[in-house]
């Protein structure tokens, strides 16, 4: 457990920032010609951007753009991705056997490239890009649900709900899916992570967050241009997706080993 | 020389049969070594003035984009027309005020419809050794003027009714109308009629009179062409992110770039000593246009309101380095046309906001205007700074930022409220025509806001029709006044033109259109 403490606190910054920034007298979009790209001083300890705007407003507001995308998409694929997985597993035969191709074929492209094209068929901005990515994201939760369930649905507690009588929707929800949440729960930590990743990608390539709304990846495409004369523009947003997703990506280590029973983790955690 | 050596042979036909065969061989040898050399001079003369100096290191000028097309009857953009300049020689040119000044001939207007153009007796002939004739002028203005050919400089040439070539270093040019500002137009460099007449690919092979010869293209990327005077080769490099740019030209890859820059990086080049910055006054003309039957933008007030809530002197200081002079028409005060007693818009939030109250826009009525352009980053940024500007005033702008071929395509099918564009190398008055008649509504003309207005309609065809410079200047000052009152576009600036070079070239010096000619002068110190 010590060994994410930094990291599960910089994951609490995050959410607290991202949630709580609101409160806060911000402003993000503020812009103050005289201040272009200023660097790192006691004025504004983050600097100014390139049309004069805080960068410290602008990465707390970048964090919560951030934040509300991964839970968002992340939410909507694992509940997705769950429940088809199960029911697919559950049922068998040709359900499973479309839904099996169905996955293959999403699996047949690069995730990101896919989100690109549906984000760009949809048109810029944050709405389309959390389903973009909500679309190419519950394919991994919806394999690793139908694999779990093909693994515990001949348990024999699970047969026995059957011969009782128990409906399908009580061995799912009742027999099925407690038992598949851990590793669930693993990939959705780790999906968090490639969600800010993809979320800052699009928003790099214009497909996110329109002017002038924040976003991590937009700040590191508008410093990409001043990187000889305010290289703050990019390091600074830069640094906090890297330190960001670098935490979750620990923490979901630590969880993975945590919630693995086999490992015995858990236990020594806990003793 | 075989039959002389066969000869000899017959000759000594007593010797022994090796003389014989060592004749033959010599013959065989001297003939080889002759016909090499025969080979090789060919290949010379082919090459012609072309082939660079290999010994010489090529000057590398940097570019944001490259030329797309090195015909001239059918480059419109800008960096190309800077390069063709290089390569093909034009009739007329301009001088610092815009008037037109001999080139390649000189000239005199012998009736109201007939103008006669002497070719210069010291012009350079073509790259390939040809002279340059009247017939080759003739060729190349017939070519443009083909329907066929689809040539976009036709619509400005339409007025020639007629050619004729009394001598091969005399033209004349009968027109349809009278009208004084016609060697304004002849800017088209000349081509070789014989090489017009065979299809010649002079898009990607250009052949012309100018003081740069077409050396090699080897890649999209880049242009070689040698100066005629020295062989000194030049190539001509695209590298388009401008911090690329900047980082080849500090590292020597590129010895010069010219625009196209971040204010901010030049400022940084600036101060470095291994570079010499220089800037000088442009006339590339940068506006905010308006759709003028949108119910909201064809109110005048509104469009007032727009202008007094910009502030254009704290965007050029802050933004644009001070590298922009304030615009208050489209045709700079230098310009002989122009009108210096117009003064800019300005910056007024107060008046703007009164001036909203009166188009009935409050604070509890706000107004929610769309603003388009296109997806280059400065442009971003300029928008993103008006779209600050105008909401304090009560305008709630929406930016919306397409690829530069939606955006273009949307300004001409008008699908805009609000836009900003700029006007690059504009040089004579007929401008007002194409942009401000209600004639010129796309796709006539580049009236894409649909601005149509009897009086403005009025002047332009005043100024058009008369028969004396200054009445002309005259009608075309009172136009500019009067558009200023309109407001189809808010002015906003012309933007400098800044050149940098590394400290071993000199000899470089900035035009107002920004062309590169002043290459000719330009040398590396060694």
């Known amino acids: 457990m010590i060994r994410c403490w930094g990291p599960l606190s910089l994951l609490v910054l995050w959410c607290l920032i991202a949630l709580l920034g609101p409160l806060f007298p911000l402003t993000p979009n503020q812009i103050d010609l005289p201040n272009i790209l200023t660097g790192i001083g006691s004025q504004a300890w983050l600097g100014y951007d390139d049309l004069g705007r805080p960068m410290f407003d602008r990465l707390v507001i970048g964090a919560r753009t951030s934040f509300i995308v991964a839970i968002s998409v992340v939410t909507v694929s694992f509940i997705m991705g769950s429940l088809l997985g199960t029911c697919s597993a559950y049922i068998g035969g040709v359900v499973d056997l479309v839904l099996v191709r169905m996955i293959d074929i999403f699996l047949a492209f690069p995730g990101i490239l896919l989100a690109i094209a549906l984000a760009g068929m949809m048109g810029p901005g944050i709405e389309n890009v959390v389903i973009a990515l909500a679309l190419v994201g519950w394919v991994g939760y919806a394999r690793l649900a139908r694999a779990q369930v093909l693994s515990v649905k001949e348990q024999e507690h699970v047969v026995a709900a059957i011969a009782i009588g128990t409906k399908p929707l009580g061995i799912i929800s009742r027999h099925l899916l407690p038992l598949i949440m851990a590793p669930l729960i693993v990939e959705a930590s780790f999906g968090i992570a490639g969600t800010v990743i993809a979320e800052a990608g699009l928003s790099f390539l214009g497909l996110g967050v329109q002017p002038p709304a924040a976003s991590w990846g937009s700040m590191i495409r508008d410093g990409t241009r001043y990187m000889l004369v305010a290289p703050h523009m990019v390091v600074v947003p830069g640094l906090a997706l890297m330190a960001v997703v670098l935490a979750i990506n620990i923490f979901g280590d630590w969880l993975r080993d945590w919630l693995d029973v086999k490992a015995g983790t858990r236990h020594t955690s806990r003793s | ?526």
């Open chain 2, 1 to 526: 020389m075989k039959s002389m050596s066969t000869t000899r042979g017959r000759a000594h036909h007593g010797h022994m049969g090796q003389s014989v065969c060592k004749g033959w061989l010599i013959g065989l040898t001297i003939s080889s070594s002759l016909l090499g050399f025969c080979l090789f001079l060919s290949c010379f003369i082919l090459a012609g003035t072309a082939s660079a100096d290999t010994s010489l290191e090529p000057i590398r000028f940097g570019l944001a984009t490259a030329p797309s097309n090195l015909d001239p009857r059918f480059a419109t953009d800008a960096a190309s027309t800077r390069v063709n300049r290089l390569v093909y020689e034009r009739l007329v040119d301009f001088d610092h005020t815009s008037r037109p000044i001999p080139a390649l001939a000189h000239w005199e207007q012998l009736s109201p419809i007939h103008y006669r153009f002497y070719l210069d007796p010291n012009r350079q002939p073509f790259h390939d050794g040809q002279p340059l004739t009247a017939q080759d002028v003739q060729a190349t203005y017939q070519f443009i003027l083909d329907p066929q050919h689809a040539s976009p400089h036709r619509s400005s040439l339409l007025r020639i009714d007629r050619m004729t070539t009394p001598n091969d270093a005399t033209i004349d040019f009968f027109l349809t109308k009278p009208d004084l500002l016609f060697p304004a137009y002849l800017v088209i460099g000349i081509l070789p009629a014989q090489l017009i007449a065979t299809q010649h690919p002079f898009h990607s092979q250009p052949i012309g009179n100018g003081p740069f010869a077409f050396t090699n293209r080897p890649d999209d990327s880049r242009l070689i062409l040698t100066r005629r005077t020295d062989r000194q080769p030049f190539e001509f490099v695209r590298v388009p992110d401008p911090t690329v740019r900047t980082m080849k030209l500090l590292a020597g890859e590129i010895d010069m770039v010219q625009n196209d820059l971040e204010p901010e990086l030049v400022e940084y080049l600036a101060k470095d000593q291994r570079v010499v910055v220089q800037r000088g006054h442009g006339s590339n003309f940068v506006y905010i246009g308006f759709h003028l039957q949108d119910p909201l933008t064809k109110q005048l007030a509104i469009r007032q309101a727009v202008a007094h809530a910009i502030d254009r002197q704290a965007i050029i200081r802050f933004m644009l380095g001070g590298a922009a002079r304030p615009a208050s028409a489209l045709l700079p005060h230098d310009h002989w046309a122009g009108n210096p007693a117009l003064p800019p818009y300005n910056y007024n939030p107060q008046k703007a906001r009164e001036l909203l109250a009166q188009a009935g826009i409050t604070p509890d009525r706000p107004i929610h205007l769309t603003y388009t352009t296109s997806s280059d980053p400065f442009r971003i940024r300029l928008a993103t700074i008006l779209q600050h500007q105008l909401a304090k005033v009560g305008i709630a702008c929406d930016l919306r930022s397409y690829d530069w071929g939606t955006f273009y395509g949307d300004i001409k099918a008008g699908r805009f409220q609000l836009y900003s564009l700029s006007w690059v190398g504009i040089k004579t008055p007929d401008i007002f025509s194409y942009v401000f008649h209600s004639r010129s509504i796309p796709p006539h003309g580049a009236n894409r806001g649909r601005f149509i207005d009897d009086t403005a309609n009025r002047l332009i065809d005043e100024a058009e029709t008369a028969q004396a410079i200054f009445e002309k200047r005259e009608k075309y000052q009172q136009l500019q006044a009067y558009l200023l009152t309109k407001l189809p576009y808010v002015p906003l600036w012309f933007e400098d033109h800044v050149f940098i070079a590394r400290q071993e070239i000199e000899g470089f010096s900035i035009a107002v259109d920004g062309n590169y000619d002043s290459l000719v002068s330009v040398q590396r110190r060694r």
